[in-house]
């Protein structure tokens, strides 16, 4: 029997290794952990929001809280209930989750680069997949800047190659999520914008027939 003594700051501690789906910080600190409860068996309950209803990254997002809440020592079972009461806002973020935003949000207004047309660019994945020790996956940039990244976003980075536009991108993410392609839409291309903003992909401007 293990007699690991488990505290929710020990959860909390781990879970702030794991990256919200859709923006380079922790779960953590984007306030998206509403409650911690842990059981005299050590059986742990993790009450969860998501930024957005119906974010197709759900159900990765819930079993990356579970594996990492089962990485601390004495950890028998892991639920995680999604809540939506109170509805999250930016006002739940952490100090240093705003001023990473802030930071992201001053890369994209320094230099405004020219619009991209979706209709013809194809983005190409740069940078560098570093699987970690515990199973966790990062993305470096070539400043060696390392984002952790989840299976979902490894596999578009992936399908990601130059020679596929934005349409097939969408198409190629529908699939693997099990979504309708419109609901996929607004989340890839924020999630071509965050990895451009990160330095993990290039846009290429295909040529208009």
């Known amino acids: 029997m293990s007699t690991s003594v488990v505290t929710s700051n020990a959860i909390r501690n781990s879970l702030k290794q794991c990256m919200d789906p859709e923006v380079p910080i922790s779960i953590v600190d984007m306030g998206l952990i509403y409650g911690i409860d842990i059981t005299s068996s050590n059986d742990v309950n993790i009450k969860m929001t998501m930024t957005t209803k119906g974010c197709p990254l759900h159900e990765t997002l819930v079993s990356d809280v579970t594996r990492f809440a089962k990485k601390v020592p004495g950890v028998n079972d892991v639920s995680v209930d999604i809540v939506w009461d109170p509805p999250w806002s930016m006002d739940r973020l952490s100090d240093e989750a705003k001023a990473t935003l802030r930071s992201m949000g001053d890369i994209t207004t320094m230099a405004t ?90 846009v290429v401007s295909g040529q208009q027939s």
């Open 113 to 202: 680069p020219a619009p991209v047309d979706y209709t013809v660019a194809m983005p190409q994945g740069v940078g560098k997949l570093i699987k970690q020790e515990d199973g966790s996956m990062v993305l470096a940039n070539e400043h060696e800047q390392g984002f952790m990244v989840n299976q979902a976003i490894v596999d578009f980075w992936q399908s990601c190659n130059g020679k596929r536009k934005m349409t097939e991108l969408v198409d190629i993410f529908a699939q693997r999520t099990g979504l309708q392609r419109g609901q996929v839409e607004k989340e890839v291309m924020q999630l071509v914008k965050q990895l451009t903003d990160g330095g993990l992909l290039v």
